[in-house]
């Protein structure tokens, strides 16, 4: 029997028109992102009352309930498109923009030619000496390729060592050092499958019991608050200052502490996302300074997510926290830190790679062999990955074949992300009810939109956060699809929506103009 | 500070030797893979004996002890040889010989061409119109490779659904329905980092808390042992028959369930292997039915780990779970099965590509979407993986550019496999004091080692298994690398190693030389 396993878009999207067809207003039901169980299921082994509760209980909206009927509306999109002249679809958009996932190649960025080339030749390594090779990839691909094979002794059919190859993890380590100015050893390096399988990896190791506390942003990337249930750890939630640039707040993260404490939470962790997803900032070289002081005075471990750091679009600059920490001098020489880096961001945008790294940093060397040892039961990460971070950070040099064309690609990239961040920012801020801090770094805008109390009535009735409720009627009549910001958390009261600018800035800018049509049809249709 | 990783292997065999020179038997020590806190761990936030303990009780020794301290050797010898003239070697061997995993590639198996050529033309789309690509490429991989990218709307580089690839799911399920004979739904498969990475969304799913049991085979392959004590449930041993060829034991299976009801577990899945890791069987269709049936009575979820389907070196045909459920008829319909695949082993043994899938039959829709949520919590598996997995299920035809290279790869890698099969069983069965059953299918065999009475005993004293002591012995004396019996599982009083037959078949025939005298020493010094 097929499962249902989104919900049934046209479903959702039915009993929405239904409902509003009835009603005259957009009331939106309760699509569910779950199937339920039905009637044959209680004679099954496992059922979702039995099944391990935590999964049941987690939640992970980037891919939630709005990207799934999104999907589903795509689907039918599609679907009419393909018979044609049949049938007209009754919508005003003929496509989904799908702005709810830094997905950038997804929405049309162009992969950088020169890793690719690279990639391609160490998966066929006899053309690394076939004389024609030439003519179809660059010189420099090729001598890079010949080196990476060097690398790997069996090539990337192997299974490498669990931590990671030990050249690239090497190299790893030259780029931190390089980047910070202080050392770094290939040996608290690990080669994950994107920054999620390291973070899952750490949280695993540090949430021993369901006392343990980790201190999270709000708002934050979810995947932190989902594998904290996972894992049946307590989240201690510190708000960011949105009036301030999402800037951190000390002496609310001291009272988050001091009330988990309180409450018999044993803090153990802190994670900062720096540049700040969903929120677009890049955190202040003082504000990153307190924080460490703030953890090692509180006996936190530190999360670093800096897979953002090659996105900034202001004028202050990136700084990692293993300099920030350096900086401190010998009395942080102790201080355990963690920092997560990935090849789905920056400019490379490879997120289908999943390739990552994290570099534990002052951690016991009986924690780093357990953590070995989890990584060692999947074997290792993918090899193609592994080798997208090498490329990642070893560009192409001045002088290389490949290095006029590689440059013209990355900084084409950036410098359209540059614009569409101001020109998103700018855009939100004009429209009445939406207000939108500088969107410094990362691929997300994060603005505050207020909604009227009707809203917020009707989304109630429905069974619905507010802001879902905005978002699934913001798709339903413009096929633009975002993440509501309960997803990511929101100081009470508030509303937010999360939406990426990686489309090309044609399609974004008329998106945008969507937007605000529709919501300001939106608050007249509730006040 | 650099941590040690690996158990300092020039410590562990300076060791070895030392006690052995001072007492002139080898009395192994006890080396440690767990790197231990130091003085400094007591300050710090996170240590072993505050971590996740479930993360420090659970063992993985396919990459653990024995192979970690043949790294060392290897590492040793490579300086060694480094330095050249300097100094040799005082070793009677001049490489290790990795037996202790299902690596091929890293061991000289060469990758298949015809996959290489496509994967890489994914990666390199702009090649695909270019009139000179078919100077290095086939024509029919061009083709493919057009075709894949047809599946994936922005190519390799994004995140696809968290299910994987919508295309290639519908061809993992014409796969099945082919070589099953009976319908597979595409939305009942999940594309993974490898089947490892699928084994532990279904147990982390599965298991609710600590009265949960898990019923595996004895011996099993290490990642069940070591996820289901990650995820804090119980394992349920069930020993195969190893005198009739490491076949079921129904009776057996049934004493196994009761007692553990008995003892207050709740027994709620069941894995098995076919064919067998470590044992290398391959189960008859009744053995297999029998299970179902026993699996249906029980109230157990059968998970079928068959990701060695298409290594089959015996006249015993290879039956999926799923063709011998649905064999069953109607009764059957609603059991549920969770089946897995790899593209790490077969012929193609592309174990870096971490591509691998999982079909879920009979499983609830509700339990279904939940583990869809935490798949989604990770984004997707590589779609370099999800590629290959499509590849392998997708052979060029007979008539296409590349099938006869294909074919004679594939051939030539069956057909030395299935000669070392039959020479590894021949040769261990020569020796006397080892016995090896019949190596039908999967890539290893899974010798019983008599050991002398002394050596036990000497085992005990270093605080060691003595299959342990035996396997590092035989490591340290012939630079063969093989996994304890221990870390599988095996009958009380029994001892065994696990050696794959993937190296060469000169190189292993003259290392099964080397183990034969190995074994012959090591007897005589304790008898």
């Known amino acids: 029997m097929p499962t249902e396993l989104t919900p049934t878009p046209t479903m959702a999207m039915k009993f929405l028109k239904k409902t509003r067809s009835s009603a005259g207003s957009p009331i939106v039901g309760s699509p569910v992102l779950v199937a339920q169980d039905d009637a044959t299921s209680q004679n099954k082994v496992l059922r979702v009352d039995n099944m391990n509760q935590a999964v049941v209980t987690m939640q992970y909206d980037v891919r939630g309930l709005v990207p799934s009927v999104a999907e589903g509306i795509s689907k039918e999109l599609k679907e009419v498109k393909e018979r044609s002249t049949e049938g007209e679809s009754n919508r005003s958009y003929d496509k989904v923009l799908f702005c709810n996932i830094g997905n950038p190649q997804s929405v049309g960025q162009k992969p950088i030619s020169f890793f690719r080339e ?146 018999g939470i044993v803090p153990k962790g802190l994670v900062v996302i720096n540049p700040g997803n969903p929120v677009g900032s890049v955190l202040s070289y003082e504000d990153l300074t307190q924080l460490v002081i703030f953890c090692k005075k509180e006996g936190l471990m530190l999360m ?76 290792c990460s993918n090899l193609n990955g592994q080798l997208m971070v090498d490329l990642m950070l070893n560009e192409p040099h001045a002088g290389e074949e490949s290095y006029e064309k590689f440059k013209g690609e990355k900084d084409s990239i950036y410098n359209a992300l540059l614009r569409k961040s101001k020109m998103v920012h700018r855009k939100l801020n004009s429209i009445p009810g939406v207000s939108c801090q500088e969107v410094e770094g990362a691929m997300y ?83």
């Open 304 to 379: 670093a997510d800096e897979v953002y750091q090659e996105n900034i679009y202001c004028d202050k600059p990136f700084h990692s926290l293993k300099k920030v920490v350096r900086d401190l001098g010998p009395d942080f020489n102790d201080f355990e830190l963690v920092s997560f880096h990935s090849t789905s961001k920056g400019m490379i945008g490879e997120c289908g790679r999943r390739g990552g790294y994290m570099e534990m940093v002052g951690v016991c060397p009986g924690v780093q062999s357990h953590v070995l040892k989890l990584a060692s039961s999947q074997l």
């Open 445 to 527: 805008a994060f603005p505050k939109i207020e909604l009227p109390a009707a809203a917020v009535e009707a989304a109630e009735e429905a069974g619905q956060e507010a802001d879902t409720f905005y978002a699934l009627s913001l798709l339903e009549e413009t096929g633009l699809c975002v993440v509501p910001g309960n997803g990511f958390g929101q100081k009470e009261g508030t509303y937010h929506i999360r939406l990426t600018f990686l489309p090309d800035e044609e399609e974004l800018t008329r998106a945008l103009d969507r937007f605000e049509a529709h919501h300001h049809a939106f608050v007249a249709e509730f006040s």
């Open 118 to 263: 690279v990639i391609a030749l160490t998966d066929c390594p006899w053309l690394l000496d076939d004389p024609r090779t030439p003519e179809l990839f660059a010189r420099d691909a090729i001598e890079r390729a010949r080196e990476l094979r060097g690398y790997m002794s069996g090539g990337t059919g192997c299974y490498s060592h669990s931590m990671g190859v030990a050249s690239i993890r090497e190299r790893v380590a030259e780029f931190i050092e390089h980047r910070d100015g202080y050392p770094s050893d290939p040996n608290s390096i690990f080669l994950t499958n994107g920054a999620s399988a390291a973070i899952q990896m750490v949280l695993t190791a540090l949430i021993s019991g369901p006392q343990d506390g980790i201190l999270i942003p709000i708002p934050q990337y979810p995947i932190y608050s989902a594998l904290i249930a996972l894992l049946r750890g307590e989240r201690i939630g510190y708000e960011l200052v949105e009036e301030k640039g999402w800037c951190l707040d000390m002496e609310g993260m001291k009272r988050s502490v001091d009330q988990a404490r309180a409450d």
